[in-house]
Structures are given as C-alpha cells and as structure tokens.
C-alpha cells in the first residue's frame, strides 16, 4: 500500500512548483520564470505480438506560463523502449532550439534516460549516439535542467508518443509562434 501521499494533482502545480523553488534560490536556476520554457516529452514501444515493433515519440513545449507553442509527436524505427525515449528528447530539443529558446526545463519521465543524459551511468551501446547528438544540442542552450518526473504527470507526452508509434512520419498537432 502506497503511504507517501501524492503532492502533485497537475502539471501546472507540479511545474510551478519546481520552477518557484528553483526561482526562490533553492535551486540552481537563473533568470525570471518568464525566460524558461518547458518540455515534456515521452517515448513509446511496443511489439504487438511480436510481428512488428512500433515506437514513437512526442513532446510538448509551453512556455513558463504553462501555454502551449507545439506539440508533435512522429514514428520511429527503433528497437527499444529506452532509445524511444532518447529519440524523444532528442527531436524536443531541436523543436525547442528551432522555437528560439534559449533555458529549458525538460520534464521526463525515464530515471535511465536522465542518468544517460549527465553520464552518471553507462551508457548502453545502442544509445551512444543519439545521447551524443543530444549532449550537442544541449550545448545551443544558455541553460538546460533536467527533472524527472511522475509518468502520471506526463500523460500528455506519454499520448503524442504512443500516437507516433501509430503513424507514418512526423505529425505538428499545434505550433504558435
């Protein structure tokens, strides 16, 4: 049985909570709330009877407000739950370069992918490059954080990636400039 109680009822709560105590000199983030945006983004995978594999991503970009700038999500060919994931951040990340941001705060929701990602862990050999790729990106930013995340808060991520999974290619289902 579950003790802990659960402290976030929804995203924005949870957001506007890690961004007041970042803000508030608890944490290590510099600027206003304003300058940030936040990226969610999820992988999904799955071998429906062992025919033919199907993965994706997706990723949502809001600014510090909460308000959407895009969402998308695309199919991938990749063989593995933790290389969706990474894809994920990975395409989040050049959508967000793309939109001009210059601080990111990335919400995921893969303990792996994070420790992947700041090299406190072995990185798997199937995941060298793409982690690569996203170190250098990563680079294009003033400043990036990287939390991890309740999947429960993550659902609309977690939606965009498995619709990918279903698709053909790329798919922008919103984009403001």
Same mark, same amino acid.
């Given at each position: ?13 949870? %957001? !506007?909570?890690? #961004?007041?105590? +970042?803000?508030? &000199? ?7 709330? =304003? ?42 060919? %990749? !063989?593995?739950? #933790?290389?969706? +994931?990474?894809? &994920? ?7 967000? =370069? ?80």
């Amino acid at each position: 049985m579950l003790k802990a109680p659960i402290r976030f009822v929804c995203w924005r709560d949870y %957001v !506007g909570e890690i #961004l007041e105590e +970042e803000l508030e &000199g608890r944490g290590d983030l510099e600027g206003s709330s =304003k300058e940030w945006a936040i990226l969610n983004m999820d992988g999904s995978y799955y071998d429906p009877a062992f025919k033919n594999v199907c993965s994706g991503c997706g990723w949502i970009i809001r600014d510090a407000y909460g308000r959407v700038r895009t969402m998308a999500s695309r199919k991938l060919e %990749v !063989g593995n739950p #933790l290389a969706s +994931e990474a894809y &994920g951040l990975y395409y989040g990340l050049v959508e967000a =370069k793309g939109l001009g941001v210059e601080r990111l705060l990335v919400l995921l929701d893969s303990w792996s992918l994070e420790k992947s990602v700041r090299m406190e862990m072995n990185v798997p050999k199937y995941l060298r490059l793409v982690v690569s790729l996203i170190t250098e990106v990563m680079k294009d930013f003033l400043r990036v954080k990287i939390f991890v995340i309740l999947r429960e808060t993550n659902f609309s991520a977690d939606y965009l990636a498995k619709r990918g999974a279903r698709r053909y290619k790329k798919e922008v289902i919103l984009q403001i400039r």
